[in-house]
């Protein structure tokens, strides 16, 4: 169970025939509770799909009933015309469930420039609301139905006070956060307005799905959504919310690590000794985005020299810090000390799926992580190969 | 010939056993004219290398006799000892040809993070000395001393006015610019003063070398040298050397673009509409660093929204348009026109090496390029195979 594991919700994915391999591609969440709170984080690209335009109109509304999502087609740079299927997609889910067309969601995913196959979209619309249950099948092709290029499913499902989360994922271009779409779907039972779970939902997004490679470039359809439907009864306090939200979302970020495009390393590049959050963010940000570190990881090649290099290349107004004061680790052995060679080498041990870089700039007593992964031959395959 | 084209200089390039294969790895240029002007662009990066260290204070002196070279190591994150390394490099060429050490140019390209191997250096720098010679063997043995991954040496000679210029240039990691090391030492037998040099030098390297992927992020061993004997009796106007110096780095750049690890595409990124020259190279270098874009490249697949969501990932405080109004065109065919789908991408010739997108932003009449390549398996194998 994901989505419909707090109580409120029905789901159902359904094979619309958007895919050409006749997998699920297209789901639909409700919300059957007496709130119908919601919370989101979209893109910030200036290149925005038109399903990402109409959820911000939306949830400026403060309502949200329902939520329809597709596979296979972004539904980006389609112009006036796009944006008119994503409301008719929203205003057949309205009349369905007679809610207002304003409560209704739309996210897509896929390739970019070129227009929804509204003639499969909308009657998949009707086979997926007449479908619409408490886990299962349901449920599960759901989870599936937002999937591209994932090799699998990314789900969750947490208990906090009594009070249920459940949510669901796709992404896996990790590699690339300029057009590694995000999906996210989160529900939960807890009683909460829009606001308050705005307020949850923005930091326990920052610290998770944001420090995946990047947030500095987003894709034109990253969207992470959170419905309440209040059905437990019970209300947290901020705190609670926040650390149940980022808990969820944790645990997801983490699963779009591991299943990102040809990887065969998740790494970890944790930096300490900073002079604020921004600062190690920014140098694990950079180090991230160096293909020649990513590459070198692919290879098991414990190459801190190109780490050192990347470090250096974030200016100095944006982390102050001395490089011949800092320290490399790879894996829990520090190779470089003082910005100069430190133990051998050949003592790292880059076997293991998870590999750990700390950087200590020496600078002050902030840290911050990105999560990222090898650039290997399968990223190139997957990305070259198939337009996507 | 090369940088022995233009009177005054002797040059030789020598095997001194720093590379495995048996290759030449060491270079050495003197400049026997009146004049010893020199001007230099190095590296940005807050991480260099001891010989880039040097570089900047003996620049700072004015004169400039002789350039040492090496590759297979770069002599970067060495700390102290490094530097020392350098220095007695400069004092042996110093000793040898009679000048002051603080006269003598250092460059090295190779492994970041290991000392170079002195017991070899030194020796070699005797032998390459006693080579020193005008054209021939020991001309082309210098430009092929400073390669690295390149698969062949890049050499320019060009005539202006009746001036010389002669250059040569290394550098095969134009896809990840981080550690792109670029070593280019440009002779020329023009009367000029080393303020005048470098006032030519600048702006020349900034639309060439600077343009070519990225100019942001440097390697730890970045170096530009201009070395100018006066051997022509001839002075130029500034408008006239700059103009020189931007032919010969313009003709060195594309080799260096022609000869990327593993790219099968030379791509031209050329954003024309654009509010200020630093708004099209800012739009320009997102795109260049987008890796779909280049693993879509790679598989001649015209995908123009991923062209388009790298350009909207650029903030609008540093390119104010409007992604609505935006045209792209790929090998001249329109496939994006006011942010939408325009002609038929299948009309997309992609199989000419070389790739132009043009991107029309709408905003303006300043325009500004960079020079990137496609991702591809080669790319990844080489710098993952191989500690480099």
């Known amino acids: 169970m994901s989505v419909t594991y707090p109580r409120g919700f029905r789901a159902c994915g359904i094979s619309a025939g958007l895919r050409h391999n006749g997998n699920p591609d297209l789901a639909l969440i409700v919300n059957d509770g007496l709130i119908q709170s919601a919370a989101g984080v ?3 690209n200036r290149v925005f799909a038109a399903p990402v335009a109409w959820c911000r109109e939306a949830l400026a509304g403060g309502a949200v009933h329902a939520l329809v999502a597709n596979s296979a087609c972004a539904n980006a740079c389609t112009g006036p015309e796009g944006l008119a299927d994503t409301k008719a997609e929203a205003g057949l889910v309205a009349e369905l469930e007679g809610c207002q067309q304003g409560e209704v969601l739309v996210a897509s995913t896929g390739i970019i420039g070129q227009r929804l196959e509204m003639d499969k979209m909308l009657p998949g619309i009707r086979v997926a609301h007449a479908g619409l249950a408490v886990g299962g099948v349901a449920d599960d092709a759901t989870s599936r139905a937002i999937m591209t290029t994932d090799t699998r499913p990314k789900t969750s499902e947490k208990e906090f006070h009594g ?4 949510g669901i994922a796709k992404g896996a271009g990790m590699l690339a956060p300029q057009l590694a779409t995000m999906l996210v779907f989160i529900t939960t039972d807890a009683v909460v307005d829009s606001e308050q779970l705005q307020e949850a939902l923005a930091p326990a997004a920052d610290i998770t799905f944001s420090r995946v490679d990047s947030d500095a470039c987003m ?11 209040g059905a437990s009864g019970i209300t947290l306090s901020p705190e609670q919310l926040r650390e149940a939200l980022t808990a969820v979302s944790g645990d997801l970020a983490r699963q779009l690590v591991a299943d990102a495009e040809g990887a065969h390393h998740d790494v970890l590049i944790q930096v300490t ?3 604020s959050t921004d600062a190690a963010v920014a140098v694990a940000r950079e180090v991230s985005r160096s293909n020649l570190v990513k590459t070198a990881i692919a290879g098991d090649d414990p190459n801190w020299g190109r780490i050192l290099s990347a470090v250096g290349c ?5 982390a102050p810090f001395d490089p011949d004061l800092v320290n490399v680790s790879l894996n829990g052995v520090t190779i470089c000390r003082g910005g100069m060679i430190g133990e051998d080498r050949e003592l790292v041990d880059m076997t293991p799926r998870e590999v750990h870089i700390d950087i200590d700039l020496a600078a002050g007593d902030a840290s911050g992580h ?14 070259s190969a198939y337009t996507s």
Chains 1, 2 share one sequence.
């Open 219 to 229: 894709s034109t359809n990253d969207t992470v959504i959170v419905m309440a439907s």
């Open 314 to 318: 974030v200016p100095e107004s944006v």
């Open 273 to 275: 000794g900073a002079s």
């Open 42 to 44: 979209l893109t910030s």
């Open 370 to 383: 990105i999560w990222t992964n090898d650039l290997t031959h399968e990223y190139v395959e997957e990305n």
């Open 163 to 166: 009070v249920r989360f459940g």
